[in-house]
């Protein structure tokens, strides 16, 4: 099997991952710009990760917030948090990414995260030479139901991309049933974090390094 293009989830396979006290300040910080200076910790935690469209509702009717408001807001917050992470140094690409320049495919980044993050990471840590595309979610509550497994961005890539045989590697289980859900094969990266993972999914293959992509894509 080759493929001629392959799209990279961004958080723990592209870039590190944010600490979630970092994102929890953010959400609490979002609270504090609407004068709610003590909310519930569930409700932070909720608006930290995880949020669902549901769940914004419910939270914003609590403390008599438009709900629309509140999500640009947080999504904003949370961007800007993520963003100061990478100028600190404590955000940064992993040493692997640089081989995908030698990768004969076309590439590309999906990722759940906000449109914006993605974009100031590609620019920030100069890679967008390195990628044909990139797609993260709009700063809309609606956006939420989008997210892997979802396949709704990874097929705007591939289209994008022209793509005929495509890859989609990641480090969650939803980035593998995304990638069945659009009917691609998918890689599973053991990051460190993800070094011990017992998958419940079945990735097409299972790897240690974006290095091992290069046997993979053109054996």
Known sequence: MTYDTVVFDNDGVLVGRTRFDVLHDAAAETFAQFGVTDPDPDHVEDMAVGATPERVDAVCTAYDLDPETFWRTRDRTLSGAQQEEARAGRKTPYDDVETLADLEADIGIVSS??????DF??????????????????????SLDLRKPNPH??????ADLDAESALFVGDNESDIKAAEN??????????????????????????????????IVTP
């Open 113 to 118: 995260n906000q449109q914006e993050t993605v």
């Open 121 to 142: 990471l590609v620019e920030h840590f100069d890679l967008s030479d390195l990628f044909d595309t990139a797609y993260g979610r709009e700063e809309t509550i609606e």
């Open 153 to 158: 961005y990874i097929e705007r890539a591939l």
């Open 182 to 215: 659009a009917g691609i094969d998918s890689a599973f990266i053991r990051r460190p974090h993800r070094d011990s993972w017992d998958l419940n999914v079945w990735p097409t293959w299972d790897i240690d390094s974006l290095d091992d992509l290069h046997d």
